[in-house]
């Protein structure tokens, strides 16, 4: 069985989904950020979703971090691919757990972030 996802951003970068096999999709729609133009409608989205899937919604403090000796910015392809990564059943870790832990190995160790960091992960039960 499969479940209908609709969604829009209002500004706010993609989020992440995982199916079930690992792979991953960006969610995002283009479009002003919310509260910039009064009544704006905003165009919304929709995608079937497997159950056992997960979507990941993270601020920006998340993946607008820099690491390495040469300071790479880490980006939103970054962040996909540690979402996509922090996918293990039997670690003791949570999966958000798991991601911002390789967000700071990433940055060195370093353990605090320059912003707010914010990491929501809803799984689609079977």
Excluded: W
Excluded at 47 to 59: A, N, T
Excluded at 85 to 106: F, L, P
């Amino acid at each position: 069985s499969t479940r209908t996802l609709r969604y829009s951003a209002a500004g706010h970068h993609p989020a992440v989904l995982i199916t079930p096999d690992g792979q991953s999709q960006r969610l995002g729609v283009p479009g002003l950020m919310i509260g910039v133009v009064p009544d704006m409608q905003y165009e919304t989205h929709a995608v079937q979703v497997k159950p056992g899937s997960r979507v990941y919604l993270f601020s920006d403090g998340l993946y607008e971090v820099r690491g390495g000796e040469d300071k790479k910015l880490l980006g939103l392809d970054g962040i996909a691919r540690i979402i996509r990564e922090a996918n293990c059943a039997t670690c003791s870790n949570t999966r958000a757990q798991q991601v911002i832990q390789s967000v700071h190995d990433y940055r060195g160790g370093e353990m605090e972030f320059d912003d707010d960091v914010s990491l929501l992960e809803a799984e689609f039960a079977d």
